[in-house]
């Protein structure tokens, strides 16, 4: 299985932009999808979560702006991020709980990349 990112990109301050990640694969039951943002010599932070059932979890820093979708019959998920900051630049990846052939692993994808700048 794979996780896919797409829909980074450079937008200025109070833009938009919508991330999508698509898991693809031998997939039997996609569990929950995170969204994780990198930024150079910080620790990787949660921004976004959604379980199968929809419950959702957001990183204080983003609440009120990001909103993340259900997961779709196509295994994707987005990140709909609105009045988009500086301090939201970085990357950000994608990662799932998927039950792959019987197993369930942890996927990640290889991360797209978002500037927020002027």
């Known amino acids: 299985a794979q996780l896919v990112e797409s829909g980074g990109g450079l937008v200025q301050p109070g833009g938009s932009l919508r991330l999508a990640c698509e898991a693809s694969g031998n997939i039997l039951t996609v569990y929950a999808m995170y969204w994780y943002r990198q930024v150079p010599g910080k620790q990787r932070e949660l921004v976004a979560s959604?379980?199968?059932?929809?419950?959702?979890v957001y990183s204080d820093s983003v609440k009120g702006r990001f909103t993340i979708s259900e997961i779709n019959s196509n295994n994707t998920v987005y990140l709909q991020m609105n009045s988009l900051k500086p301090e939201d630049t970085g990357v950000y990846y994608c990662?799932?709980?998927?039950?792959?052939?019987?197993?369930?692993?942890?996927?990640w994808g290889r991360g797209t990349q978002v500037t927020v700048s002027s």
């Open positions: 990662a799932a709980d998927l039950s792959v052939l019987g197993e369930l692993h942890d996927y």
């Open positions: 959604i379980t199968e059932h929809g419950n959702t």
